[in-house]
């Protein structure tokens, strides 16, 4: 199942329920409707879960900061449903989800939970450093197959993770898709994260 908050840490949160199930999820070994622990999402049916759970890298990112803030763990798509209204994810007529939508993501987290959150764009890896010294968390926009990272991406953006720590030599995230093993403090050299990083995200500030 998913982590609990450990005091003095960022907890861990997968983007699908059972966290320790991930790797057969995306070895599509599991299917999201087998979940065992689909309920634990917010999800209203199994079906509401089957399409929204591979869209939410981002509210399970937000779902990390929010218990590390605070202590409280939000079901992760009850925080997706929330932000709807802001515009964060686009329903499309033909089921589709488009999302996540950085500008309407900082009106929502700002909104709803006193959240200071700035989108950046053109941010080189080696900017991370000094950006975690002024931010607490950034939720990068990477390929998704950072969760392999000796694997070369055939291109880079398209998944978050959440960024905890940066330094001129390497990069520690939480990984919402990883397999077990590349899910929770995450850390790659600062090069090796650059192969996968899009050069955007959203920086969440530090706390008054």
């Known amino acids: 199942m998913n ?9 861990y949160f997968c983007q699908w329920e059972s966290a320790h199930l991930a790797g057969a999820i995306i070895r599509k070994e599991l299917a999201l409707a087998d979940d ?3 309920r634990a999402s917010g999800a ?3 079906d509401e879960y089957v ?14 900061v929010l218990a590390a803030r605070g202590g409280q763990t939000h079901p992760t798509l009850e925080l997706a449903r929330r932000s709807l209204p802001f515009g964060a994810y686009v329903e499309q007529p033909d089921g589709g989800i488009k999302g996540l939508i950085y500008a309407p993501f900082v009106r929502y987290v700002a909104d709803v939970f006193g959240l200071e959150a700035q989108v950046r764009v053109d941010l080189p890896a080696a900017g991370l450093p000094a950006l975690l010294a002024q931010a607490e968390y950034f939720m ?29 030599d390497s990069v520690t995230f939480h990984n919402p898709s990883g397999e077990p ?11 090796v994260f650059d192969a996968f990083f899009a050069g955007r995200g959203v920086a969440i500030l530090k706390a008054g």
């Open 3 to 11: 982590a609990t908050p450990v005091p003095g840490a960022v907890p």
């Open 36 to 38: 065992p622990a689909w």
């Open 44 to 46: 209203r049916n199994i």
């Open 51 to 64: 399409r929204w759970a591979s869209h939410v890298c981002g509210m399970a990112c937000l779902k990390m």
């Open 140 to 168: 990068a926009s990477v390929h998704p197959w950072i969760r392999w990272p000796e694997r070369q991406p055939p291109g880079k953006g398209g998944h978050l993770v959440l960024v905890t720590r940066a330094t001129p």
């Open 181 to 191: 093993g590349t899910q929770a403090d995450v850390e790659l050299p600062l090069a």
